[in-house]
Structure formats: structure tokens, C-alpha cells
């Protein structure tokens, strides 16, 4: 993980940020679903990417994560 270079100064109301580059497909899965396992109610993340950067298969893990069901199945 690269955190973003420092910004706003603490107490700003400013959220962290960072950026992460994974390997591929499986290391975005399983980044994915242990963010679910580990989200709280209230919790928010942001996700920006190009097309086909994995936004939808992390979203897809997390949501496995989280004992979401898959609606296709």
C-alpha cells in the first residue's frame, strides 16, 4: 500500500486516503474479502479506477465479505 503524501492537517475533517496497486485478480479478491470481514456499520470507502482497474471484483469480494449473497445464483 502507498498512502497518499500528507494533505489537510488532522482535525480538518479530511479522511485518509490511499492508493493501492495489487498483483491482479486474485490479490484483489482476497483484499476484497478481508476488507468485508473487517468493515463496520458506518465504515465508508471510496474506490476510483479505470475501466477494468478491478473496482467490480473488489466490490464483488467485499460484498462475500460482508455474507452478502449473490444475487446470480
Do not use: F
Not at 500500500?1 to 486516503?17: I, L, N, Y
Not at 465504515?43 to 479505470?50: N, R, S, V
Amino acid at each position: 500500500m502507498t498512502p497518499s503524501p500528507p494533505g489537510d492537517p488532522p482535525g480538518s475533517g479530511a479522511k485518509p486516503q490511499a492508493t493501492i496497486r495489487l498483483a491482479g485478480p486474485e490479490a484483489t479478491a482476497q483484499l476484497g474479502l478481508e476488507l468485508g470481514q473487517r468493515l463496520r456499520p458506518g465504515d465508508a470507502i471510496a474506490l476510483c479506477g479505470e475501466m477494468g482497474a478491478g473496482k467490480t471484483t473488489l466490490v464483488r469480494a467485499l460484498a462475500e465479505g460482508l455474507g452478502v449473497e449473490d444475487p446470480e445464483e
